[in-house]
Nanobody, 123 residues
Framework: QVQLVESGGGLVQAGGSLRLSCVVS????????MVWFRQAPGKEREFVAA????????YYGDSVKGRFTISRDNAKNTVYLQMNSLKPEDTAVYYC????????????????WGQGTQVTVSS
């Protein structure tokens, strides 16, 4: 079992920044995909960013490329999502997810989820 706990959400003005954290515990292996999704009211869960627990390449959804950065600190068992130049359309509940490979961008493929953290960007 893998447990994920997100934190760091909040209210921020457009153009501001937030850093989300996802603390990981349980049986997780180096090649697991660690992914951030988000879900706005009335919309499907959307892929935001991904990284493998062992490191390597990072992957981003088109709407956040150049503004968001995913990283991980294995010593702290934490995955981060640094969000810069935030826009009102980034408002959503942000979820951390994990799963064995291959790395998917479809939320339905993921078995392990955190509880989510709300991000609200005001205009």
């Amino acid at each position: 079992q893998v447990q994920l706990v997100e934190s760091g959400g909040g209210l921020v003005q457009a153009g501001g920044s937030l850093r989300l954290s996802c603390v990981v515990s349980g049986r997780i292996f180096g090649n697991y995909a660690m992914v951030w999704f988000r879900q706005a009211p009335g919309k499907e869960r959307e892929f935001v960013a991904a990284i493998r627990w062992s490191g390597g390449g990072t992957y981003y959804g088109d709407s956040v490329k150049g503004r968001f950065t995913i990283s991980r600190d294995n010593a702290k068992n934490t995955v981060y999502l640094q969000m810069n130049s935030l826009k009102p359309e980034d408002t959503a509940v942000y979820y951390c997810a994990a799963d064995p490979p291959p790395l998917h961008t479809d939320a339905h493929e993921y078995d392990y989820w955190g509880q989510g953290t709300q991000v609200t960007v005001s205009s």
